[in-house]
């Protein structure tokens, strides 16, 4: 495999369950993100992982959970959503170096209902 | 003032004309400069990547750097239909650690 890879591609969810999406870079970069996607809305930045350290939280609810195990996966976890959390989920890994980053690629994201 | 700015469009050009998508950033510093192009339930892609000032020619794909205007842009030369996109630009900043900043996104639309 090469790139990033997310799973599931796709995940109808209740609002009342537990479920995690799953991301792996096999890139070797030392950074990774997770952004939302809503429908005809821009990226918004969630978790920013840099050298496994999470180092941006942005405002995001305490029902998403972020875990970072190791430089090459990424995990978000997700529990009591509500039915505007239903967006498209995309994970990017980037190399971050002294002089900044390098090109950050995508997964293909993960396409989240909450009913 | 919004970290990475673009004007969200849409933008319309006829085929095979030129395309010039624009983008302005907060930070002084940055370094590392973006294109990415997004169809409509895909994820984004990188297209373009520059780094000094000046241009940066790839094939129909010329990147414009100026950093002290604090400005960068893409033209797309010949457009195509296919090319009909959202276009993000992404600039890194270093905000006690680097990350990568995204616009808004430019929409084009590519007539026949």
């Known amino acids: ?115 | 003032q919004k970290e990475v700015e673009q004007n969200s469009g849409p933008l319309s050009v006829p085929e095979g004309a030129i395309a010039s998508l624009n983008c302005t950033y907060s930070d002084r510093v940055s370094q590392s400069f973006f294109w990415y192009r997004q169809y409509s339930g895909k994820s984004p892609e990188l297209i373009m990547s520059i780094y000094s000032n000046g241009d940066k020619e790839d094939g129909r794909f010329t990147a414009q750097l100026n950093k002290a205007s604090q400005y960068v842009s893409l033209l797309i030369r010949d457009s195509q239909p296919s090319d009909s996109a959202t276009y993000l630009c992404a600039v890194n900043m270093n905000t006690g650690f680097q990350k990568l900043v995204f616009g808004t996104g430019t929409r084009l639309l590519v007539s026949p």
Do not use: I
Request: glycine content about 6%; overall charge neutral.
């Open chain 1, 1 to 115: 495999e090469t790139g990033v890879t997310q799973t599931p591609r796709h995940l109808v969810m209740g609002m009342t369950n537990k479920k995690s999406l799953k991301c792996e870079q096999h890139l070797g970069h030392n950074a990774m993100y997770w952004y939302k996607q809503s429908a005809k809305k821009p990226l918004e930045l969630m978790f920013v992982y840099s050298l496994e350290e999470r180092v941006e939280n942005n405002s995001v609810p305490s029902r998403f959970s972020p875990e970072c195990p190791n430089s090459s996966h990424l995990f978000l976890h997700l529990h009591t959503l509500q039915p505007e959390d239903s967006a498209l989920y995309l994970c990017a890994s980037s190399q971050v170096r002294g002089g900044g980053n390098t090109e950050a690629f995508f997964g293909q994201g993960t396409r989240l209902t909450v009913v």
